[in-house]
């Protein structure tokens, strides 16, 4: 069964650091890009991050560059996105998801075709 799990999401406070994990079982990562996404109430879904099969290229949204890092670890079949700065806005649901060859020169929620089930990032004091 093709599956991708994400856990890591919890609440901390405005400042503080959480890193997410995207773990992929049924399949190996290994020739996929990998992006992550989050959903907030009343908010349209935005792409926050991307990691092309290679490593060799990531994305950064706007308002996350220069505060987030994705990395990959083949081995391990995961994907991690830290995240560091942590400001209120950035609470949501934080999904990864598959895209075959990706290059992550352009992220779009159409292009993935395997998705998470979402862990949830609370920044709050």
């Known amino acids: 069964q093709v599956q991708l799990v994400e856990s890591g999401g919890g609440l901390v406070q405005p400042g503080g650091s959480l890193r997410l994990t995207c773990a992929a079982s049924?399949?190996?990562?290994?020739?996929?890009?990998i992006g992550w996404f989050r959903k907030a109430p009343g908010k349209e879904r935005e792409g926050v991050s991307c990691?092309?099969?290679?490593?060799?290229?990531?994305y950064y949204a706007d308002s996350v560059k220069g505060r987030f890092t994705i990395s990959r670890d083949n081995a391990r079949n995961t994907v991690y996105l830290q995240m560091n700065s942590l400001k209120p806005e950035d609470t949501a649901v934080y999904y990864c998801?598959?895209?075959?060859?990706?290059?992550?020169?352009?992220?779009?929620?159409?292009?993935?075709?395997?998705w998470g089930q979402g862990t949830q990032v609370t920044v709050s004091s």
């Open positions: 990691i092309s099969d290679s490593a060799g290229s990531t």
């Open positions: 049924g399949f190996t990562l290994d020739n996929f890009g």
């Open positions: 998801a598959a895209s075959w060859g990706l290059s992550c020169a352009v992220v779009l929620p159409d292009m993935f075709a395997a």
